[in-house]
């Protein structure tokens, strides 16, 4: 079992991974003592609502959490198409759907980073394989360039590709994701007899996430592999999807290029994507008679419980601690280093140990199915979850595990450390 402060890492992470924005795309994650580059994915992650941008290393290392030593732990959590291990079972199981597509032919222009138009490079593209379910749209683009992109760029060394101006919608005209400024929307909006207000959030216009990485490129075959991995709420059960844009933009170190046209990619949604479900479990059996389970349901994605646990106090950031990150922050010092060395001497340590264990009341849980198979929280960043105090005496506990029903079983149990204790709860279909 973790430890409370091991747990409070663990926590802090996934809220880290799952909602904040990340500005720089190929960034490792780091603090002093790991300096290696290890070999992660380069992976590029935006969101596209005006949300507050911040870095999960800065949350991280204020807590007095050191990164490094449990960088190996977080690996463990990742999986190969950067969308949650549950997502990945059901693709192993066959949700996925390869369109066996022709290429798409543009004769584009291709513009230098000083915006001034170097030559035209024809380019195909497709969309090799996808995948659409609630809350993901995952697509894998591949493109195949005319050989005098070598003259510019070299596709084995580039860092990023980015649809600067892609926007999908479905065969309802419903926007599913729009990374276009207000002008190339509204024009959208115009060729496609579209009246919509520009990002209005409403039925037909989804405030989506995105992130994404190239799962492969080759300088010899002048292929690149992109996947996007689009997530919002409660998608709707669409039948296509249309993928359009008019920009390409291709980084490598200082340097940068943009190929122009227009790419417009028609794909049809498989019936079991839109015809997509869950199976709802009952509760048979809980130890603990303050938790009350609203919801416990598995899709061929991922298993969702609902919690609202009573009788409990809330507990708020002791106001010392207050003055004293206040005190750091005027201080100009830096800020990791001193809030470490703060909490890592009395009285300050175990006020701020004492804080850790009562604010998170759930520390560390899994899901086991009839097999004894057990399956952690879900780290895709399209997760539905939700943990906070409904008042100062009832918290609620939403979260999505990496069980699908490809491995759930008619019979299973949950387990929740709750303040040290296992509460068990068990389901049956």
């Known amino acids: ?37 290890g070999d992660e994915k380069m992976c590029n992650v935006r969101i596209t609502s005006k949300a ?14 050191v990164f490094a030593t449990n960088f190996e732990k977080i690996k463990e ?16 199981k066959g949700y996925i759907e ?24 024809g380019l195909d593209a497709k969309i090799e394989n996808f995948l659409m379910d609630d809350n993901n749209i995952s697509v894998e683009f591949n493109f195949k360039f005319d050989e005098m992109i070598n003259e510019y760029i070299n596709l084995d060394n580039i860092d990023k590709i980015n649809l600067d101006d892609l926007i999908v919608r479905d065969d309802n005209n419903t926007i599913l994701y729009s990374s276009t400024d207000k002008e190339t929307f509204e024009n959208y909006c115009n060729e496609n007899n579209l009246n919509y207000d520009n990002y209005k959030i409403d039925n037909y216009f989804y405030n989506s996430g995105l992130n994404s990485f190239f799962s492969k490129h080759n300088k010899n ?14 998608y709707p059960k669409s039948k296509q999807l249309n993928f359009s844009f008019k920009t390409i933009t291709i980084s490598q170190e200082d340097k940068e290029i943009t190929l122009t046209g227009n790419w417009d990619i028609q794909i049809d949604v498989p019936e079991v994507m839109y015809n997509r479900s869950y199976e709802s479990y009952k509760v048979t059996y809980c130890n603990n008679k303050n ?14 419980i609902g919690i609202i646990i009573s009788n409990i106090e809330k507990v708020e950031f002791p106001e010392e601690l207050k003055n004293i990150q206040k005190e750091i922050i005027a201080s100009g010092k830096d800020k990791s280093k001193e809030w470490s060395n703060i909490i890592s ?67 299973m149990k949950v387990v929740l450390n709750y303040y040290g204790e296992n509460v068990i709860i068990e389901l049956a279909k």
């Open 1 to 37: 079992m973790k430890n409370n402060n091991e747990s409070d890492f663990y926590e802090k992470f996934k809220i880290c991974a799952s909602t904040l924005k990340f500005e720089e795309s190929n960034k490792i994650i780091k603090d002093d003592n790991y300096n290696k580059k």
């Open 98 to 121: 390869n369109t066996n597509m022709d290429y798409i032919h543009e004769d584009g222009t291709l513009i230098n980073s000083n915006k001034e138009i170097i030559n035209n490079v």
């Open 291 to 304: 938790f009350e389970i609203y919801a416990a349901n598995v899709s061929e994605t991922g298993f969702e």
């Open 345 to 411: 001497q009395s009285p300050y340590k175990e006020m701020y140990e004492n804080y850790n264990i009562k604010k998170t009341p759930i520390i560390d849980s899994y899901v086991e199915n009839a097999n004894g198979e057990k399956f952690k929280c879900s780290l895709s960043p399209s997760r539905k979850y939700k943990k906070g105090w409904i008042d100062n005496n009832r918290y609620e506990y939403y979260e999505t595990y990496d069980m699908t029903k490809y491995n759930s079983t008619d019979k």
């Open 77 to 92: 959590y990742f999986d190969s198409r950067n969308i949650g291990k549950g997502l990945d079972s059901a693709i192993e």
């Open 221 to 234: 075959t002048n292929e690149a592999n992109l996947i996007y991995n689009i997530y919002s709420n409660n």
């Open 52 to 65: 507050v941008t911040a870095t999960c290393i800065g949350i991280i290392l204020i807590s007095g959490v």
